[in-house]
C-alpha cells in the first residue's frame, strides 16, 4: 500500500510563488512515475506535471509550462512542485499521485495514476 501526502499549499498573491511537496510511505516509490494534478471549483480535475522515475521525463500542461517545475527525491521519497508567476487561475486543490506501473514514461492521464493524495488548497489572490 502507498499513501501521499502533500503538504505546502496556502494563500498568494498574484506572481508570487509556492512549493509544494508530497511525501510517499510505502513499498515503492524509487521506480514509479509521480503527477501533480489539480481541480478548482466547478471543473474536472486536470493535468499539471509528470516525472518519470529518473527525473529524465518531465511532461507539463501548457498552462504552467515555464512556470511550474517538477522534481523529486528518491532518497527522500518525496515530489516537489515548484510553482512560480502564480495567477489567480492557478487557484485549485493540488494532488499528487503514483503510477504503480514500472516503466520510462511520466503519464499525463488521470486514469494511470492508482494513488491519490489528500490534496492541498492553493489560493492565489489577484
Known amino acids: 500500500q502507498v499513501q501521499l501526502v502533500e503538504s505546502g499549499g496556502g494563500l498568494v498573491q498574484a506572481g508570487g510563488s509556492l512549493r509544494l511537496s508530497c ?29 518519470n522515475w529518473s527525473g529524465s521525463n518531465t511532461p507539463y500542461a501548457d498552462s504552467v509550462k515555464g512556470r511550474f517545475t517538477i ?8 515530489v516537489a512542485l515548484q510553482m512560480n508567476s502564480l ?7 493540488y494532488y499528487c499521485a503514483l503510477d504503480p506501473v514500472v516503466g520510462w514514461g511520466g503519464p499525463i492521464e488521470e486514469s494511470e495514476y492508482d494513488y491519490w493524495g489528500q490534496g492541498t488548497q492553493v489560493t492565489v489572490s489577484s
Request: glycine share 6%; net charge positive.
Open 23 to 51: 511525501a510517499a510511505s510505502g513499498r515503492t516509490f524509487s521506480r514509479n512515475a509521480m503527477g501533480w494534478f489539480r481541480q478548482a471549483p466547478g471543473k474536472e480535475r486536470e493535468f499539471v506535471a509528470a516525472i
Open 71 to 78: 522534481s523529486r527525491d528518491n532518497a527522500k521519497r518525496t
Open 87 to 93: 495567477k489567480p487561475e492557478d487557484t485549485a486543490v
